[in-house]
């Protein structure tokens, strides 16, 4: 018994060190970023980089304001982050109670055909997806991106939430239809709260995807006032095509905090949903 005492300890004691690890590992570029963006110009340019800046100063983020329209851009994305994440959702939430609810070879055809379509590059269809949106007047405007941004982040989506929708029982949806509930109501009236905290977490991705993406936003938006973050901060640029460290990590730092924001919010949420979820059942 003592034995198997001190190995469960000790087991434990190692999934601590591990986790303790990981997160250091995760937090090891945020840190220098922030130490980054603090440092003055000629601690930028040693040789002999220091964790702490030995003269902190926010010179760098009074000249990334300065410089960029960073609070549009930062509006731009919210926009369209916001926008993409809801529209993705709502989409996505009805396709999945479908494939889940009805089994047949065409829903397991286009199940397999959603996870296939995430291993397309981005290159492979920005000149056909160039030329429908210039046929339908949609270049250089946030909604085209939008609508880009929901139609990229849809098939992940749906994956996610068929998953959850699969874990709602029958019987909920079977006693809910004796009460002369419809397909429709049972979806947004039994099925729907259920799957809240799987509804959160596919919304925080299609947020994080469109918040961080820069490739579709870069080729689609050439107006400099409806530019995203992840585009402006590409305008960085010293002497010689140099990049201004400096001003490009306080900018890039106050880039990642609505997400860090907006992922601390909704986690609480998803942990809430799923122990009341579980309480429940």
Known sequence: MIRAGRAARAGRAGQYLALLGYLVFLAFPFVWLLSTAVK???ELGSLHPSWIPRDPTFANFRQAFAEQPLLQAAANSLLVAVSAALICVVIAT???YALARHRTRLSTAATGWVV????????LVIIPLFLILRNLRLINTLSGLIMVYVVWALPFAIWMLVGFVRAVPRELEEAAAVDGAG????LFSVV???????????ALFAFITAWNEFFFALVL????EKQTLPVVLTHFLGAEGVAD?????AAAFLATIPSLVIFAVIQKRITGGMAEGAVKA
């Open 192 to 202: 729907a709260p259920l799957i809240a905290p799987g509804a959160a977490a596919t």
């Open 116 to 123: 296939v379509s995430q291993a397309f590059p981005f290159v």
């Open 94 to 96: 009805p396709v999945a």
């Open 183 to 186: 397909r429709a109501r049972v």
């Open 40 to 42: 003055p110009a000629r």
């Open 221 to 224: 938006l050439k107006t400099p």
């Open 245 to 249: 460290l400096g001003p490009l990590a």
